[in-house]
């Protein structure tokens, strides 16, 4: 008798695959590239650093994105628990600590090579460190200045703008703000051609900020608009391993558009179908908001066999927008990456109701409708995990507010979930699936709730 050869819970886009293995050639690209005497820089996830980085010809890895790798593949433990042992508290931002712990093997204990256990080929001895002082990361600012403990090498902090709700909307906020960031990434430009002794190449940096619009914009199509549909094509679990390519994208933005454009094809075909981005019936459909714990993404295809997937996440690129009428490359890329609140309003809500939650804004000075978003409406959710990792307090320290909002505003409930994107021992898969089978009968009643208020879900 022939076995049967149970499914997979996922649906896994094959287009993906390419992506994930472009990503592992980037790192054992950077280490050859260190071998041949290029330089190196070591960078945290700040949106403008890389086409500088290109093209001055300058190798980089994101310390963040590394320390996801450690943490799928059980590497980080060992390196958190060497943070811990250099004198760094257990509380700090796990991908700090892995960062650290790194740092200490491949400095004190490996006197600069990579150390044979690290994935991904590793991150090699960096020339350049570029920090990052926004976001809110309380880790950020100092992060990178505590590397100097082990690391020789000069250090950037990347500076950004994060006013709040009603001084964003403020006449000129926002123009002032684009000028702070350009003279910033302009005194950049300075300081790497001092360091490097090089001229900065204007037209290559332009040419390689077209190609990052262009890559953003078929990633933006995919998971912010294509996965919309019902069933949704697309699980969580493709667009965390597929993201990559685009938030830590380093080297060959025209490879990654190509492979971009694959998947829009495979995702518009399942749309065409009917086929859903699960091997089961769509029962559910719920946002994963927080930090990924990277080390436990397993959690997916649990929940897939429930017939819950997964539309909505963070981690997301910024909208479409058309920048030609701005000459000046480092201006385009600005305006590009930081597009403001009162942008975002507007394309979250339409003219009238995005009126409506600017004079909130101005008479209170600030929004439930824009401190939630329209995902909740937009995905037509069931309802929303609210990953609160314990080493992040940036991503965890609103999670609550972010639950009474969702309610109120969209009458969706959430289920929030301690963890960590790092550690491993501080996520309880087991716990987190019964929990989650007890939210279902929750997602329930408030499907009721919304057909009463007359809700499109």
């Known amino acids: 008798m022939a076995t049967e050869v149970k499914k997979r819970p996922i649906n896994r886009l094959q287009t993906m695959y390419a992506l994930r293995d ?5 790192y054992k690209d950077t ?8 330089p190196i820089a070591w960078c945290m996830a700040e949106a403008f650093s890389s086409p500088f980085l290109n093209t001055m010809d300058i190798e980089s890895v994101y310390t963040e994105n590394y320390a996801t790798h450690c943490a799928a593949t059980g590497a980080a433990t060992d390196y958190v628990d060497r943070s811990e042992s250099e004198g760094f508290p257990s509380h700090l931002c796990g991908y700090a600590q892995n960062c650290f712990g790194y740092a200490a093997r491949l400095i004190d204990d490996m006197g600069g090579e990579i150390p044979p256990e690290a994935p991904r080929g590793g991150m090699p001895k960096p020339d350049l460190l570029i920090g990052s002082c926004g976001n809110s990361c309380d880790a950020r600012y100092k992060w990178f200045q505590a590397l100097e403990k082990y690391l020789d090498a000069p250090l950037w902090v990347m500076e950004t703008v994060t006013p709040g709700q009603r001084e964003a909307l403020l006449p000129g906020a926002y123009d002032n703000n684009v000028n702070f960031i350009v003279n910033h990434l302009k005194e950049f430009v300075n300081f790497l051609e001092r360091l490097y002794k090089k001229k900065f190449d204007y037209d290559k940096f332009a040419a390689d900020i077209d190609s990052t619009v262009e890559m953003n914009d078929l990633w ?33 933005p025209k490879a990654v558009r190509d492979l971009y454009d694959n998947m829009r094809d495979e995702v518009q075909h399942r749309i065409d179908n009917g086929i859903a981005g699960i091997n089961y019936e769509e029962k559910y459909r719920a946002s994963f908001q927080g930090l990924g714990p990277w080390h436990g993404l397993i959690l997916f295809d ?18 479409p927008i058309d920048l030609s009428h701005i000459k000046d490359p480092i201006e385009r890329l600005v305006r590009y990456r930081y597009q403001g609140l ?27 409708r824009a401190s939630v978003g329209t995902d909740a409406r937009d995905y037509q959710v069931d309802g929303v995990i609210l990953h609160t990792a314990l080493t992040c307090r940036m991503t965890s320290c609103r ?17 929030l979930v301690q963890g960590d994107m790092i550690d491993s021992r501080l ?17 329930d009643y408030y499907r009721d709730e ?4 007359g809700m499109a879900w």
């Open 31 to 38: 280490a050859n590239a260190k071998e041949e005497g290029k």
């Open 220 to 252: 933006w199509e995919i998971t912010d608009k294509m996965r919309m549909a019902i069933p949704s094509p697309m699980n969580s679990r493709d667009h965390f391993s597929a993201m990559s390519a685009s938030l830590f994208r380093t080297t060959d």
């Open 427 to 443: 996520f309880d898969l087991d716990d987190f699936l019964r929990k989650c089978e007890a939210f279902e009968e929750t997602m």
């Open 302 to 319: 649990k929940l897939a066999e429930k017939g819950w997937n997964f539309p909505r996440e963070g981690y997301h690129p910024p909208d």
């Open 450 to 453: 919304r057909k009463k208020a």
């Open 22 to 26: 472009l990503m592992d050639k980037q």
């Open 399 to 415: 999670t609550g507010l972010t639950q009474q909002l969702l309610r109120d505003v969209w009458k969706v409930p959430s289920l």
């Open 342 to 368: 009162e942008r975002q309003i507007d394309n979250s809500f339409g003219d009238e109701e995005g009126a409506e939650v600017k004079k909130e804004i101005m008479e209170r000075g600030y929004s439930k």
